[in-house]
């Protein structure tokens, strides 16, 4: 049973928001809202709210970005052949679209392979290696993954096939004996941020490549390639990197470049999705939706449905594979429903218990990601769904804020055949017979570095402000925060003795200025009393990116004694 959560009002310093207010000649409000972010100076402020292309970081500061161009410009030139080696999902998948057109504008011999997932599991392995080496492969680039194939990357060497690998995984130990090793968490790195997704480091390599070959600065190529930058964004929002920094611009300005893409593999998801109901979705919900369907392709012998989608020029092929990309994710989402109410139902946990793990044979590895993250939502807790390919146990893993699980590996390292990932969101591979073991040690880990109060959700808002004095032209002031995401959420905000009228589609809350419009959110229900009056509610709703109020919680006002609403 999900457990209530609390909610707590952030303690902003007073000075700085009207510091901030003066100094950018911005409402109280939006002052407010970006102290709430820890953006306190002038600089900050101008930097987030008016993001700029010449903000994108020199790629070649990045440890073993220089050796990587080095060694693709070299097989470019001598007309060899480059294979780049991805992965099944999202991030993956438009990692690869950016560095194989980029290769191939750069009049490079290139193609790609993606693992089976549910064969092959994830990263590089011995087998594909050695038909790379048959196929007469000169280079393989590795995107969204590598970063912790040891082995693999000695068998490359051994076959004399050139190896890159390009990935944001955490560093778990030695890094792999590639001729280039390109990834913003190496230690040694001091490319000045580090939380690139995969589809970022790709993007990365490109710019590099373009600016060596052809002379290229970020603002010209985007300026012929405004696509590539589109891209970028799938990878950006499916991986739920946080929207700050280089990942804030690539979004705000690739949106528009995904959205309005002459990809005709885009177009048909577009055209060919299923229509929101009575209403016009927003950009970040047409990125969601394109995004839901991209990760449902599967690969077969190397070739992804996806990736094909992404690289046809035939319209017909485009609108064919759309829709058995549609198929495909309709049948996902029934089954990973069905394989969570299962998992769900096993599950008997006590309020002492740190971490669940949730072991079930039958489970297709590719909805154990999906059961963990619903479970962990749940339960508040670190969350381990196990399931089985063949005769090994594959295992994913979602936790916390707060919580990190590549720690948490690492203390019973050992135990695994590989493992890898990030602090919230890892994956690892064991032997069954293990299981039993490794379930006490990451109980025991949990029980030591998961305190008591981080299981009680928090709904944290951000401040109080009367929704008497809340307007469109504010409202649409606030949206300048927006590309909202991880790290960078919508803003909560409450107002407290607030009357809400049911309306279609949400509430209507009047006052002097007239009525303001909130859209339904997470389900409310009803408040009223025994008479059938409306009660006074202290709400709880976000700003989205187009201005809209959105309803995100409520409860009557006799519930709560919340500090006076900012002046």
């Known amino acids: 049973m999900k457990a209530e959560r609390i909610w707590k009002i952030r303690d902003l310093d007073p000075e700085k928001v009207e510091k901030s207010k003066e100094q950018l000649s911005i409402s109280h409000l939006l002052a407010s809202l970006l102290v709430a972010r820890g953006i306190e100076t002038a600089e900050e402020a101008t930097a987030f709210l008016n993001p700029s292309l010449a903000g994108i970081h020199d790629p070649n500061t990045m440890e073993g970005m220089r050796q990587a161009v080095a060694l693709i410009d070299d097989v470019v030139a001598r007309g060899k052949k480059i294979l780049i080696w991805g992965h099944e999902d999202a991030d993956g998948i438009a990692s690869i679209i950016i560095l194989h057109e980029t290769i191939r504008d750069l009049r490079g011999s290139v193609s790609y392979y993606v693992p089976n997932r549910l064969r092959e599991g994830h990263g590089l392995s011995e087998g594909g290696i050695r038909e790379a080496k048959r196929r007469g492969i000169d280079l393989i680039i590795t995107v969204d993954c590598g970063i912790s194939n040891v082995d693999p990357a000695a068998v490359a060497r051994e076959m004399g096939v050139g190896l890159v690998i390009t990935d944001h995984h955490e560093i778990l130990g030695s890094l792999p004996g590639a001729l280039a090793v390109v990834d913003p968490k190496r230690p040694d790195c001091k490319y000045p941020f580090k939380e690139l997704s995969g589809c970022g480091v790709a993007f990365k390599l490109a710019q590099a490549l373009v600016e060596k070959r052809l002379g290229l600065d970020v603002k010209q190529w985007i300026d012929v390639k405004e696509d590539i930058l589109g891209l970028s964004v799938l990878g950006t929002i499916s991986d739920k990197v946080p929207l700050i920094d280089e990942n804030r611009i690539l979004v705000k300005f690739g949106l528009g470049g995904l959205i309005g893409s002459r990809r005709l593999g885009i177009n048909a998801i577009i055209n060919n999705a299923p229509k929101y109901q009575d209403k016009v979705p927003t950009s970040m919900e047409i990125v969601r939706l394109i995004i839901q369907i991209l990760s449902s392709g599967r690969s077969e012998k190397g070739t992804n449905q996806s990736c094909e989608l992404l690289l046809t020029k035939d319209t017909e092929k485009a609108e064919r594979l759309v829709l058995g990309l549609l198929s495909s994710s309709r049948k996902w989402q029934d089954e990973a429903k069905k394989t969570y109410m299962k998992a769900s139902r096993s599950v008997n946990i006590s309020p002492s218990m740190k971490m669940l793990v949730v072991v079930d044979k039958e489970a297709p590895c590719n909805l154990l990601g999906y059961c963990a993250s619903r479970l962990k939502e749940d339960y508040t807790r670190p969350v381990v769904a196990i399931g089985h390919r063949g005769d090994i146990a594959i295992g994913e893993c979602r936790g916390p804020k707060g919580f990190d699980f590549v720690d948490c590996l690492k203390s ?49 808002i951000d401040c109080s402000f009367p929704l008497s004095e809340m307007s469109t032209e504010l409202a649409n002031e606030i949206s ?84 006076e609403e900012n002046p």
């Not at 032997?431 to 030591?448: F, H, K, N, V």
């Not at 008591?452 to 709904?459: E, G, H, I, T």
């Open 480 to 563: 300048a925060l927006a590309p909202f995401g991880e790290g960078n959420p919508q803003p909560l905000i409450i107002s407290r003795k607030v009357m809400l009228e049911k309306t279609d589609g949400g509430y209507v809350f009047k006052s002097d200025n007239g009525k303001l419009f909130i859209k339904k959110g997470s389900p409310v229900g009803d408040w009223v009393n025994l008479s059938g009056d409306l009660v006074e509610l202290d709400v709880i709703y976000s700003i989205d990116e187009t201005g809209g109020l959105v309803l995100r919680d409520c409860r009557p006002s006799v519930f709560g004694d919340w500090p």
């Open 412 to 460: 019973c390292g050992d135990l695994f055949i590989d493992y890898g990932g990030h602090k919230q969101a890892a994956g690892f591979s064991v032997l069954p017979e293990r299981i039993g073991q490794l379930q006490r040690a990451l109980e025991a880990y949990a029980a030591s570095n998961f305190m008591d109060d981080a299981m009680q959700p928090v709904l944290w």
